[in-house]
């Protein structure tokens, strides 16, 4: 998995105190997924190029029960595309090596920082499965020259057509904060697809990365759906907030309070087979219109504690089984050897 940027401003070598990554050294990051390496093929006053490198290791993902989602048996998590195309990974690799500069924020070059420089970025293999205007409809509103190249689906097979990757180069001159989020955000909305589990955090994400952008732009709808794992719920939050630029007058400050590393693989951990069945189990209820729900085991609560979220749930009852322990009402469910009921009223 490959990224490239380039710039032509002079001196272009100043791409390395941007990026906070010296164009003499090779960069290595180890990541939770893999590791990436970070390179300069030239770097010379004139022009300067920055490779990404992003070395996923499927093998381990799956060892580690974080492969990609929804797969269909054991093939599929071994053999896939995910270590080859752009996706959710090369996001998570951006926002944790080049944290700083996607934050805005340069020691060495602040006034460069904030400038709008000519840039020139490389996708060489990136998922659409909507097809090329796709490409153009997310990127070309923010003010970038796309050229696309599609891919076929094997060279030395024309007869079996063209895949669904494309080589995109954009162009354009732009502030490297915005051009890396713009990266970071879109990549994942064209694979339509991430390898780990979207919950509110990643509203809060979404509209940190795209606070100065996305609310203007004429595709945020179907950005939000994709990126939120078209979490219906989650979707409607962001659009709202995004409209009303709620909590967006000062988005370039967002990024300026330090953060604790590793934020972005902590997002990126992979969720419990039981917690994703209790949000399941939620977004049902949700989608229902129920105004009560019982609970019969309902254990330690987890799932009540999901449930008394919805505000549309006016009763929740909980009920033991025998095989259960003895519970405080710490999480709203308590029961004995007989097994009585919790029961609550919601307002």
């Not at 990136?126 to 796709?134: D, F, V």
């Not at 990643?202 to 100065?212: I, N, Q, S």
């Not at 999901?306 to 033991?320: A, F, T």
């Not at 025998?322 to 004995?336: H, I, L, V």
Request: hydrophobic share 35%.
């Amino acid at each position: 998995m490959l990224l490239t940027i380039t710039t032509t401003a002079t001196p272009a070598t100043d791409l390395g105190y941007l990026l906070h990554k010296n164009p003499s050294r090779v960069h290595r990051v180890d990541l939770s997924f893999g590791h990436a390496t970070v390179f300069y093929p030239e770097a010379t006053p004139s022009k300067c190029t920055m490779c990404l490198l992003l070395e996923v290791d499927p093998i381990g993902l799956v060892r580690r029960k974080s492969g990609p989602a929804g797969d269909a048996g054991m093939l599929t998590q071994y053999v896939n595309d995910r270590p080859y195309v752009a996706s959710s990974f090369l996001s998570v690799a951006i926002s944790e090596v080049f944290g700083t500069a996607l934050g805005g924020r340069s020691k060495d070059r602040p006034e460069l920082a904030a400038q709008a420089l000519p840039f020139e970025i490389q996708i060489p293999v990136l998922p659409s499965r909507a097809g090329e205007q796709l490409i153009r409809d997310l990127f070309e509103p923010l003010g970038y020259l796309v050229s696309v190249s599609r891919l076929p689906l094997d060279p030395q097979f024309p007869e079996w057509g063209p895949s669904r990757y494309y080589s995109v180069t954009l162009s354009g001159s732009q502030r490297l904060q915005d051009l890396l989020s713009h990266v970071n955000v879109l990549v994942p909305v064209l694979d339509d697809e991430k390898h780990y589990w979207v919950g509110d955090d990643e509203v809060e994400k979404l509209l940190r990365r795209g606070g100065t952008w996305l609310p203007s732009h004429p595709s945020k709808e179907l950005i939000a759906h994709r990126y939120l794992k078209h979490r219906k719920n989650l979707t409607v939050q962001a659009v709202e907030q995004l409209t009303v630029g709620a909590g967006l007058e000062e988005p370039a400050s967002a990024d300026t309070t330090p953060k604790p590393p590793g934020r972005e693989e902590a997002l990126e951990s992979k969720i419990s087979l039981n917690a994703q069945r209790i949000f399941a189990i939620a977004e049902s209820v949700r989608g229902s219109g129920a105004k009560s729900v019982v609970d019969l085991g309902c254990g330690d609560g987890k799932l009540i504690r999901e449930l008394v979220k919805q505000s549309q749930l006016q009763r929740i009852v909980g009920w033991m089984s025998r095989s259960d322990r003895w519970s405080t009402p710490k999480n709203g469910c308590a029961s004995n050897n007989s097994r009585p009921p919790f029961a609550t009223e919601l307002s």
